[in-house]
């Protein structure tokens, strides 16, 4: 064993109580991830494991506090040469975590926070897996969500542990489930509080007892015969939330998996291949990117250090009351107020539902509740950290409002307006100190859309910035930092883009057609239907607003439609009717062509292309990789093509510095 006190750089060895404790602590890293320097270390350390005799078992765990393994290290992505480069590190990853497998002494992961990707593949090879119970410990394969599949075992051992149906639930979806809901699908052996999770490892690492089998059921999943009649249930359910051409990874997964099985030597080879060749896809790079993009606004105000604690919501509607219950879901202390105890009610019982989906736990559900707290009276505005405004849209309303909290708030207060569209320069002129109002943009709905636009005033200091992108950190939304301009970056390209949709339809094109075109692109729901789910009343006020800044004029459509009482979903009638439980009645109409579909699409895309470029040029975002992920996070717009500005350079368009050419 002397090969054992070697020392290495991301891996710490210690021998106690007839155990190997293999730590794994990556260098120079806040977060233990999977790169080749790792693996290679890893694999020598096995090799020397692999001839002890001396020790009863071996304990993975990690040394970080935030969690077991995130994953690979996805910045080696972006460095393969070609797809032979690529498979080869599967392959060799594979063979990595097969000597694990392989050990004579019984292995376990101690898993605590993350377990994921290519963490939970390691996980996977080990023998036993004990988690601790806690709300920050999660599992699962997110790989699709990249791009690609499992490529070190996951898409063989998953279902060979748990049976085809529970292990695809999570591979094809990317979803990731808490250590509970781990346990009960088998994929861990036992969940214990943290006081208990090191003895929970020792005691399976030296008592060695039976593994965790698959029923008779999920075992029989994975026949050759059962294979041929799920895979296509599998993949008839997988294409209701995803297209193929737009994200191959999971149809290639099960492919896999119903040719190939779980197996022998084939599984894992062909694993290998085809996520090698994903690597290399336009899909994976641009859903890559996407992920940096994400990171650069989670990396937003990191180093300041002021903190709140208790918020303080005005307006109890749907966006005021989703606000305030999303806040308290993150453990801050909420008081809700508006004008009568009946306006607070709805939001209180939204709330108590979201807490439900959240959290599940009864206790935790209640603890929740009890940190939302309704305020008629608005007591909470004297002692609030952060003040956020949600009422009507409606300048006088808004300037009487900031009036008096300004007034009554701490010095210190954070004073915030969740506006979608007045200028915060016109609102701040009634306050003694307007450098202290910000934009704290959400959108709806509130629990589901991870952007919020931090909208920053000619006057706003950038210490109120910075702590308006804390604080957005902090209840775990992606705060983009834009500038205060009629309808501020995503609400002013995305109504361009509306606009442009209704102005197809007053040409006779179509609605079925117009969103048939854009969910083709890519796009989550088409704008038509957008336009009646958002209420067309809604989108007459804003196109009035915004139309004179987007040199263009209002649909007489749209206001004929709102003047005949047609307000879209809402009202039963919009572009589209809509049964009483408000679905969409589609009528007959002819079919369109590949051509004229991509027609439509080429033509909406450009006068998006076209906003964000003046957006770009007006200095509203600092640059063009933030627009697109304000585009993607915001809207929804096609993440497989990587955001309005890198789609126009797919195209050919070069933008750089807030400039274009074509």
């Not at 609605?511 to 729901?525: R, S």
């Amino acid at each position: 064993m002397s090969r054992m006190q070697q020392q290495y750089n991301n891996w710490q060895i210690e021998s106690n109580d007839a155990i190997i404790w293999l730590v794994f602590d990556k260098k120079n890293a806040s977060v233990n991830s999977i790169n080749r320097e790792v693996m290679e270390e890893l694999s020598d350390i096995l090799d020397t494991i692999a001839n002890d005799t001396t020790h009863k078992g071996m304990i993975i765990a990690s040394a970080k506090k935030n969690g077991f393994i995130a994953g690979a290290d996805i910045t080696q992505f972006n460095q393969f040469q070609d797809t032979e480069e690529a498979i080869n590190l599967l392959r060799q990853g594979q063979a990595i975590f097969n000597k694990i497998q392989k050990l004579p002494l019984p292995t376990v992961a101690m898993i605590t926070g993350f377990c994921l990707g290519g963490g939970m593949e390691l996980a996977l090879a080990c023998r036993y897996r004990v988690a601790e119970d806690n709300a920050k410990t999660r599992l699962g394969l997110p790989e699709v969500k990249l791009g690609i599949h499992p490529g070190w075992g996951g898409t063989v051992r998953m279902p060979r542990l748990i049976g085809a149906l529970g292990a695809f639930n999570l591979i094809l979806s990317g979803h990731t489930i808490s250590a509970k809901a781990a346990y009960k699908l088998g994929i861990v052996d036992v969940v214990v509080p943290k006081r208990h999770l090191v003895r929970a490892a020792m005691y399976y690492a030296l008592h060695h007892p039976k593994p965790h089998q698959p029923t008779f059921l999920q075992k029989l999943s994975n026949r050759k015969l059962a294979r041929y009649f799920l895979a296509p249930l599998m993949r008839k359910k997988l294409r209701e939330k995803a297209n193929p051409l737009h994200y191959p990874a999971p149809f290639i997964a099960l492919d896999n998996w119903e040719q190939f099985g779980v197996t022998g030597d084939a599984p894992m080879e062909q694993e290998a291949k085809t996520c090698g060749k994903l690597f290399l896809s336009d899909a994976s790079k641009n859903l890559v990117r996407v992920f940096f993009l994400q990171e650069r606004l989670k990396n937003q105000a990191k180093d300041v250090k002021w903190a709140a604690k208790h918020v303080h919501v005005i307006g109890a509607g749907t966006m005021g009351g989703d606000i305030a219950a999303w806040c308290a879901l993150q453990g801050l202390h909420v008081t809700l107020q508006d004008r009568e105890a009946k306006y607070i009610a709805p939001a209180i019982k939204r709330a108590y539902k979201l807490f439900l989906e959240k959290l599940k736990e009864p206790y935790l559900v209640q603890k929740a509740m009890d940190r939302l707290v309704p305020d008629v009276a608005g007591i909470g505005v004297d002692k609030a950290d952060v003040i956020i405004e949600a009422i009507f849209e409606n300048l006088a309303a808004k300037q009487a409002l900031f009036k008096e909290v300004e007034r009554r708030s701490k010095p210190t207060a954070l004073l915030a307006t969740n506006t979608s569209g007045i200028l915060l320069d016109d609102i701040n002129t009634v306050m003694q100190r307007p450098e202290r109002l910000v934009g704290i943009h959400f959108f709806n709905p509130v629990p589901k859309m991870l952007l919020v636009e931090i909208v920053k005033g000619e006057k706003t200091t950038l210490n109120v910035i910075d702590q308006a992108t804390s604080f957005t950190r902090k209840i775990d939304r992606l705060p983009l930092q834009v500038k205060s301009t009629p309808g501020f970056l995503v609400n002013r390209v995305l109504m361009a883009y509306l606009l442009e949709s209704l102005n197809l339809l007053e040409k006779g094109m179509s609605p079925i057609a117009i969103d048939k075109a854009m969910l083709a692109f890519g796009m989550p729901m088409g704008p038509v239907a957008l336009a009646d789910f958002v209420g067309l009343d809604v989108c007459l006020a804003i196109s009035e607003y915004l139309a004179p800044y987007l040199h263009c004029k209002v649909p007489v459509r749209l206001s004929e439609m709102v003047a005949q009482g047609k307000l879209g979903k809402k009202s039963g009638e919009g572009f589209y009717k809509y049964t009483k439980s408000g679905k969409p009645i589609q009528p007959k109409e002819k079919k369109e062509g590949p051509a004229a579909l991509e027609n439509i699409s080429d033509q909406l895309i450009s006068r998006m292309i076209e906003e964000s470029i003046s957006c770009l040029k007006e200095q509203i975002v600092a640059d063009a990789d933030l627009l697109d992920a304000g585009m993607i996070f915001g809207t929804g717009f096609a993440p497989f093509r990587g955001g309005p500005m890198q789609y126009a350079k797919s195209k050919g368009v070069s933008i750089s510095a807030g400039t274009v050419e074509a």
